[in-house]
């Protein structure tokens, strides 16, 4: 299991986590959904060892993520990926493909996932041999996902996948994200785009300006009104209903 216990962090003055506390036992899908600014990048760097805490605590499988050995704890059993798109520009897509199954032994199956991705995201068989640099905002960040996924960690950790991609890809993120749950990978999934990820996760958290307003499943937390509340109280604008926006 992993385990975030009381976590504080903040930015100089600004304080973006305020306490927070979550848990994603092993198999689970765990959705975080807040607007803007709530803090859910912070939580998914602060986890990674990104971002130091000024207080609490992460810890795996009872192991604390912190000091000298959370490097290599982080390398082996979480993946993270992360706002924006990293992708290496200067290889190909393929090659940054390979690159995300370096952490694996298995590498017959590692191949076969290669080509599952290609499936998953067609753009990204097509433009194989191009170097990754030269596609789209949008392609690269399939590619980055993708990459993310071959590295078939224990725990994936994703802050907001979804984020500028066509409807259609969408699609794509949260079907093969529901397939990598069903193979047993453990994941924390941070979005905006708040009824589609509590609908896909088994739990879920509602962050609010660095504070946990709300958790439960879908149903808890839609039918009780507790997500809308917590977006309206934070800025004024309601959840995004599904693949809105999303250009
Ligand atoms: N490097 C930083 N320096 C100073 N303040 C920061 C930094 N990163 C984040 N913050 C602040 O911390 C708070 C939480 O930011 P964070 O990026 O974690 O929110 P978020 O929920 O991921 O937002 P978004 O949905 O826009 O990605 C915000 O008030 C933000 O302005
Ligand atoms: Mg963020």
Redesign the pocket.
């Known amino acids: 299991m992993l385990e975030v216990d009381s976590l504080y962090v903040a ?2 003055p ?1 304080t ?1 986590l305020r306490g927070v506390s979550i848990k994603v036992e092993k198999g689970s899908f765990v959705g975080v959904v ?10 998914l ?1 602060t986890i990674a060892g990104v971002v130091k805490p000024k207080s609490g605590s992460v810890t795996l499988a009872g192991s604390k993520l912190s000091g000298a050995r959370a490097e290599h704890i982080v390398g082996k059993h979480l993946s993270l990926v992360p ?1 924006g798109r990293r992708i290496f520009g200067q290889m190909t897509v393929l090659e940054n493909l390979q690159l995300g199954t370096t952490v694996r032994k298995d590498r017959e199956q590692a191949r076969t996932h290669i080509t599952e991705m290609m499936e998953v995201f067609p753009i990204l068989g097509r433009f194989r041999d191009r170097r990754a640099g030269h596609l789209s905002g949008g392609e690269q960040q399939q590619l980055a996902i993708a990459r993310a996924l071959l590295a078939r960690p224990e725990y994936l950790l994703l ?2 996948p979804s984020a500028g991609l066509a409807p259609v890809i969408v699609d794509s993120v949260f079907e093969v994200l529901k397939r990598l749950h069903n193979e047993g990978v453990s994941i924390l999934l ?1 979005e ?1 785009v708040a009824h589609r990820t509590v609908e896909t996760a088994d739990h879920s958290y509602v ?1 609010q300006h ?1 504070n946990i307003v709300a958790r439960g499943t879908a149903s808890e937390l839609l039918q009780g009104g507790l997500l809308e509340a917590a977006y309206l109280g934070a800025d004024g604008a309601a959840p995004e209903p599904e693949g809105a926006g999303q250009a």
């Open positions: 930015y100089g600004v973006a807040g607007p803007n600014g709530a803090g859910k990048s912070t939580l760097n706002e802050d907001e941070v905006q962050l660095g």
